[in-house]
């Protein structure tokens, strides 16, 4: 399945082909607009990711929707500055390379993901993608839908025995602009229980200010305490 998506968001003729679900469109542009799902059907009582999935007479308890209709979007929420949660990177620890397929109201995309460097107190995780965005600027992305590529890196780095730095960078640019997200933390430990975190969050839009570029710059210092 992961195969499958990368070779068709790569650019192969296979996603120009129609799905039985809407015979009358590219298979991509049925997807994105929600009119037929390459998910299997559940006819289990309680299904994972229901939300996604087209009703049956098995697991529909309401109306089915109108013929065409999409999806209601939840209003976007903009994560915590500290949270510094850019992109799933993490892999099996057994493990050097992965391949992660997504599928969501606000895109569909799969990446390829390996990790670059691994020893004590130094990881490096890369990740490079393709995909299709569907809402503009969901999710840190760019600002029109269509077809997109998505690469990042997370680098977490012991700098004493005392401090780390986190670093994540996601990099995500489309038909009209280029998203760039850059968030870097430092932790001090400045007693057992207690930690000095420090954040500093950079956005930059190649599309903002008429198209000259603009960049947003955002930090906090909090001291944080175990029990």
């Given at each position: 399945?992961?195969?499958?998506?990368?070779?068709?968001?790569?650019?192969?003729?296979?996603?120009?082909h129609?799905?039985?679900?809407?015979?009358?469109?590219?298979?991509?542009?049925?997807?994105?607009?929600?009119?037929?799902?390459?998910?299997?059907?559940?006819?289990?009582l309680?299904?994972?990711?229901?939300?996604w999935?087209?009703?049956?007479?098995?697991t529909?308890?309401?109306?089915p929707?109108?013929?065409?209709?999409?999806?209601?979007?939840?209003?976007?929420?903009?994560?915590l500055?500290?949270?510094?949660?850019?992109?799933?990177?993490?892999?099996?620890?057994?493990?050097?390379?992965?391949?992660?397929?997504?599928?969501?109201?606000?895109?569909?995309?799969?990446?390829?993901?390996?990790?670059a460097?691994?020893?004590?107190?130094?990881?490096?995780?890369?990740?490079?993608?393709?995909?299709?965005?569907?809402?503009?600027?969901?999710?840190?992305g760019?600002?029109?839908?269509?077809?997109?590529?998505?690469?990042?890196?997370?680098l977490?780095?012991?700098?004493?025995?005392?401090?780390?730095?986190?670093?994540?960078v996601?990099?995500?640019?489309?038909?009209?602009?280029?998203?760039?997200?850059?968030?870097?933390?430092?932790?001090?430990?400045?007693?057992?229980?207690?930690?000095?975190?420090?954040?500093?969050?950079?956005?930059?839009?190649?599309?903002?200010?008429?198209?000259?570029?603009?960049?947003?710059?955002?930090?906090?210092?909090?001291?944080?305490?175990?029990?």
């Amino acid at each position: 399945m992961s195969t499958a998506w990368w070779l068709a968001l790569a650019g192969l003729p296979v996603f120009q082909h129609p799905l039985p679900e809407s015979p009358g469109e590219p298979a991509l542009v049925a997807i994105a607009a929600g009119r037929a799902s390459l998910r299997m059907p559940c006819y289990e009582l309680v299904c994972p990711d229901a939300e996604w999935m087209a009703p049956t007479r098995y697991t529909a308890l309401r109306a089915p929707k109108a013929p065409g209709a999409l999806p209601r979007l939840r209003p976007m929420r903009t994560p915590l500055l500290a949270t510094r949660s850019i992109t799933s990177l993490s892999a099996p620890t057994s493990r050097r390379d992965w391949i992660n397929s997504e599928i969501s109201n606000t895109k569909i995309g799969t990446s390829y993901g390996f990790e670059a460097l691994r020893r004590p107190g130094t990881d490096l995780r890369v990740q490079l993608g393709t995909g299709y965005r569907i809402v503009p600027y969901a999710d840190y992305g760019t600002a029109m839908p269509g077809p997109i590529a998505r690469g990042g890196f997370v680098l977490s780095q012991d700098l004493s025995d005392r401090a780390r730095l986190d670093q994540q960078v996601m990099v995500e640019t489309g038909r009209r602009n280029t998203y760039v997200r850059q968030t870097i933390g430092v932790d001090v430990t400045v007693a057992p229980q207690w930690t000095l975190r420090s954040d500093l969050e950079m956005r930059h839009d190649s599309a903002a200010n008429n198209g000259k570029g603009a960049t947003d710059t955002e930090g906090s210092v909090k001291l944080r305490y175990s029990f």
